[in-house]
Every structure is written in structure tokens, then in C-alpha cells.
């Protein structure tokens, strides 16, 4: 046991050494040059492979996603509407900011391990969870003021004009005068909702 | 001769009344079209939504949707219609209040919920489309009734 530690901590000792020596054949350009390349391939390689995770092909490549909320989300007006418009799921479910995306993307990380423990698996599993899932979603939109959705909808693009009569009123009350942001008022518009009880706004 | 004998030859006769009935080319559902040719599909109504309360009909008419209801969810878990109409609601939403009709149970004992029976709102509320009627109605109003009534006692 103490001698496969020693064996591990001269191999760290001797790779520390090499590194920290200044180089004997490389030429200073060389490792400039090749450091450059070496950096423009990890980076662009990095940021291809996160933006592979951030299409709705890639979310519907399982089934929890595909056979519960995308299929939900089908017949709603964010997918199915005149104009042919629509969102995908990272247009609402990632921030589109580099750093708040990262974020996200760590937070997610736990997702990873949902999929391969089958957490929500079957979608009797995945409506015991729903109540906590929404509600993580719910929660991260009130925080940061609805921000997925005003990637889109711009309270100074709204028309209140071309609106209901009763959307014009609620959103000059309410979404003008920074009273409530979209989530509090527009829950369950792309999927289906879990049980509400308890929930400020419904009953 | 048995009973089985002029049941069957009962079932003949209609059998033919029928097929000779639809040769003569009865009202369906088709439109009259023939099976082999697709009918036009009847145009789809946009649902009407100007936020005005439309009149009854009869005073116990279950008043009509005056607006786009889409997506909005109805079920066990969720009713949408309750978070604008319900009592707690309406201060900030402005809409009129869920009847006090529908808080009774079948004992018109009132609840201090909505009763379970009243719960989901589209089976009696409905939005309007905006399109023709498909048949000719011949509904008279009961004002108009008893007008008529009235002018034929005089």
C-alpha cells in the first residue's frame, strides 16, 4: 500500500520536473505557435461539443424528454402556430449568456446522473417528480426575471394594442410596473402541469 | 313454420329496404360524395375574442367563454379558468366571479370550494366560433315569447 503511494508520488515528482524545466530541442516559436493551435482546437472542440448539447435533437435523444415534454410541448402555440415560429427546448431552458449558460450546463450535470440512475424512467416515475422539476424551473425563472422568455418577447416590442383587451390590462398592471415577471402568471404553457395545490396563484 | 324462420326473413326485407334506402343516395356524413373522392374539409372557425359578454339565451344558459381558452389546462391537476375566476382571484384579475351556484353541493349545502361537480368549467362553458350556423335555428327567445303573448291577450 505505501510503496504504490511512493511508486504514484515519484511519477508526480518526476512529471512536475520535466514540466517546469525549460525546453532543450523545442524552439521558443514552436511551442508559441503549436500552443496557439493546441488552444484554438481544445476551445473550438469544447465550445462545438457544448453547443451539441444545446439542440433539441440532443434533448430528444432520450425518451424521458422525448415521450413526456416534448410530446406535450407538440400541441402547444410554442411549437404550433401561424406563423411556423417556434421555440426549441435550449430557447427556454438555457440561458443564451456564455456564463450563465456554463452555469446552467454545470447545474445539468446532475441530469447526467438522473439519466443513468433512472430517476424518471417510466412516466409514472417522471409525474412523481413533476411537482419538484416545474418547480425548479419556476424557480430559476423567477430569478433571473423570465429571462428565456424576454429572449423573445420584449415588453418594449409589445404591442398592448394588438392584444386582448384583457391581456393589454393584466400586462400594463402587472408586467409594466415590474410587479410580476411572465413565469408568475404564464406556468404550464409549454408542458403540462403537475398538481398545483399550493401554489401562490391558482385557487 | 317456426319463429326462427320469419325473424330471419324479417331481417331479409330490412336488410333490403335499407340498401335500396342508400342507393337512393340518403344524407350522410360525406356530404353525398362518393367513397372513392375525398371531400373538402369544412374551413376551421377562428375562436372569438373580444372580452364581451355575449347575452344568454335563457336565463339559465351557462354564460360562453368570451375568449381564446387554447392550452389552457383543465384537468385534476390544474385548472387554469380558477386562477383568473376564482373568489380569491378576481381583485387582481378583474374577471367575474365562479357563480356561487357552482360552490353547492347536490343538497345545495354551500362549500367553501368550488364543489367537485362544478370543477371542470368546459363541460358547461364553452368559447364561440366564428361561423355560420351548420342548420337553420328556430329558437325563439322567451322575451319575444311573451311579448307575443301579451299582444294576443289584448
Sequence with gaps: ?203 | MNIKFFISLFLCGALLVGGIALADGVANLRGGKDIGTEPDAPAVGKIEDKDLKRVRNYPEQPPTIPHDIRDYEVTKNANKCLSCHSRSRTGESQAPMVSVTHFMDRDYQVLATISPRRYFCNQCHVPQMDVKPLIENTFVDVDELLEQETSGND
Design chain 1, 1 to 203: 500500500m505505501t510503496n504504490s503511494i511512493s511508486k504514484v508520488w515519484s511519477l508526480l515528482v518526476s512529471i512536475w520536473q520535466r514540466a517546469n524545466r525549460p525546453a532543450k530541442y523545442l524552439s521558443i516559436g514552436f511551442l508559441t505557435l503549436g500552443g496557439f493551435v493546441a488552444g484554438v482546437i481544445f476551445w473550438g472542440g469544447f465550445n462545438t461539443a457544448l453547443e451539441l448539447t444545446n439542440t433539441e435533437e440532443f434533448c430528444i435523444s432520450c425518451h424521458e424528454m422525448r415521450d413526456n415534454v416534448f410530446s406535450e410541448l407538440q400541441s402547444t402555440i410554442h411549437y404550433s402556430n401561424r406563423s411556423g415560429v417556434r421555440a426549441t427546448c435550449p430557447d427556454c431552458h438555457v440561458p443564451h449568456n456564455w456564463t450563465d449558460k456554463i452555469a446552467r450546463k454545470m447545474q445539468a450535470s446532475k441530469e447526467v446522473y438522473g439519466k443513468i440512475f433512472g430517476t424518471i424512467s417510466t412516466r409514472e416515475k417522471f409525474l412523481e417528480q413533476r411537482r419538484r422539476l416545474a418547480g425548479h424551473e419556476w424557480e430559476r425563472l423567477s430569478a433571473n426575471d423570465s429571462l428565456e422568455c424576454r429572449n423573445c418577447h420584449s415588453a418594449e416590442s409589445m404591442d398592448i394594442t394588438a392584444q386582448g383587451s384583457r391581456a393589454a390590462t393584466a400586462h400594463q398592471q402587472f408586467l409594466f410596473t415590474g410587479e410580476k415577471t411572465c413565469i408568475d402568471c404564464h406556468k404550464g404553457i409549454a408542458h403540462e402541469l403537475p398538481d398545483m395545490t399550493g401554489v401562490p396563484g391558482w385557487k
